[in-house]
């Protein structure tokens, strides 16, 4: 409870504090308010295309599923994992058990939650450096953008490292998953839990089904996160555009770069789906590359009122139905 109240109050205190210094909610709703019907339209046809990406991913790990049930599942575990602090684990609990629920087995759901997972945070961790690149390019790097894309970098080369080691030879995944096992008993073993069922063995089962999966899928599955990734940046652009904002005044590359700096943000564990900061940190950036303030703040907004309204709305409604159809 304790961290649902500072989270809520970091978020007001952002809100009504902070936002305000930069731009004016006057000048920031008269921006909004003058947009014409042709760009709503536009940003309407984006965020339509940017829920039905989330789906992608998910098509490849398992086909089976579809595009209706895969969309409820993308949808309510998002949801969950913005509304409720720390709620990441709470989302991918509610994958699995509705994957379950459409009888995906359950090595088949837990290793689709799994790859899913690592997929995105990777890209996450890389999108940075591909926005240092773009702007090396233009001539306008940017030193503390630099130094979070190393940043990135590094922790995407750690979690790369880690997926290889554990998948590089099944002799070492038995030892791991064995070393792992009698580490979880050591924890349990005074809080009164049984010993665990699974070690070695079943760490060597999860790695054959892995390798077996990614091997005709990988390049799938990184065209499917890549295309969900792009398609928030697409709604973004276009909310920067749509209020205002030109391309002289900010260049493509860096509304991207800006936009990589929010979603590392996002993923971080500061306020659930990083409400407040990442709004703080895209408007940071993109006033730092020289962006108008009451433009920039009307269309970061909306472009977050675009990404998150629907999933909430939908998120909600797939949770609901779901749980009446069990």
Known sequence: MGGVVISLALVAAIYLLVL???????????RVDELPARWIAILALATILNVATFTFPWLVLVPRLGFAAALRVTQASTALIMVVPGGAPMGMAATFAMLRSWKVPGRLAALAVALSGIWNQLSIFLFP???????????????????????????AAALAAALALALSSDRRTARLGDLLARGADRVGRPLGRRAVSWGGSTLQRFRAETLALLHGRWISLTIATLTNQLAGFL????SVRALGVSLHELPLSETFAAWTVGRLIGSLPLTPGGFGFVELGLVGALVGFGGPHAAVVAAVLVYRFLVVAPTLVLGALSGATWRLRR
Do not use: K, Q, T
């Open 20 to 30: 305000p210094r930069i731009a004016h909610y006057g000048a920031v709703w008269a």
């Open 235 to 238: 709604v973004l652009a276009l």
């Open 129 to 155: 450096l591909a926005a240092v690149v773009a702007l090396a390019f233009g001539g306008r790097l940017d030193h503390l953008l630099e130094a979070v894309a190393l940043a990135g970098a590094a922790l």
